[in-house]
């Protein structure tokens, strides 16, 4: 199944909002994961079943939407927050992954 | 705390196969499924297949099918992924990972460090 997110890249200034967007190509429910990576890391767990944080995960990252459109907002930017995150869905094998969005400081 | 710490970087050329570990520590290895991920350079992340860790069931994504392997050694807690005709295009970095649940939450809650597989003439 095919992962669709929106914008490739995303300049934003810290303390501002960001919005990041995913797409399914058919109806996933609510099993959608969403994953920080910053450069030369492993990802690491942010959002499950579309809206539950991952432990330790701050307040400010949140997840919404069901189905086939799903959103993870940061409210205010921290420089630790600049990275690449990718949204994966489990609802259906194989598992797939967007093809990421990158956080970059405007 | 739940580590997933993998082998060191490997150099082979087209055609050979590869062995890559993760040893896992700090959970009942026999209770969770682990995975396998790969990351090509600058791209994303493409899922290549899980075993479990209590009975050694495997299942791959169909663009690895007949040419990785997944295996463990339960009295180490130990995964391992062979990967056999290596093409220039298999250079990426390869992860492992460990599903929070099998059945309810196949997503990735811990993840290795990731291995730099590349694979040159």
Do not use: H
């Not at chain 1, 940061?74 to 797939?96: G, H, K, M």
């Not at chain 2, 970087?9 to 009942?28: D, H, I, L, M, Q």
């Not at chain 2, 290895?29 to 209590?54: C, D, K, N």
């Not at chain 2, 180490?76 to 990972?97: E, I, Q, R």
């Amino acid at each position: 199944m095919v992962m669709t997110q929106s914008p490739a890249t995303l300049s934003v200034s810290p303390g501002e909002r960001a919005t990041l967007s995913c797409r399914a190509g058919q109806s996933v429910g609510r099993d959608l994961a969403w994953y920080q990576q910053k450069p030369g890391q492993a990802p690491s767990l942010l959002i499950y079943d579309a809206s539950t944080r991952a432990t330790g995960i701050p307040a400010r990252f949140s997840g919404s939407g069901s189905g086939t459109e799903f959103t993870l907002t940061i409210s205010s930017l921290r420089s630790e927050d600049f990275a690449v995150y990718y949204c994966q869905q489990y609802n259906t094998w194989p598992l797939t992954f967007g093809g990421g969005t990158k956080v970059e400081i405007k | 705390q739940v580590q997933l710490i993998q082998s060191g970087p490997e150099v082979k050329r087209p055609g050979a196969s590869v062995r890559v570990s993760c040893k896992a520590s700090g959970y009942t290895f026999r209770f969770y499924t682990l995975t396998w991920v790969r990351q090509a350079p600058g791209q994303g992340l493409e899922y290549i297949g899980w075993i479990s860790g209590s009975d050694g069931a495997t299942d791959y994504a169909q663009n690895f099918q007949g040419r990785v392997t997944m295996t463990t050694d339960t009295s180490t807690g130990t995964a391992y992924m062979d990967l056999k005709s290596l093409k220039s295009d298999d250079t990426a970095v390869y992860f492992c990972a460990r599903f929070r649940d099998f059945v309810l939450g196949r997503y990735f809650d811990y993840w290795g460090q990731g291995t730099q597989v590349t694979v040159s003439s």
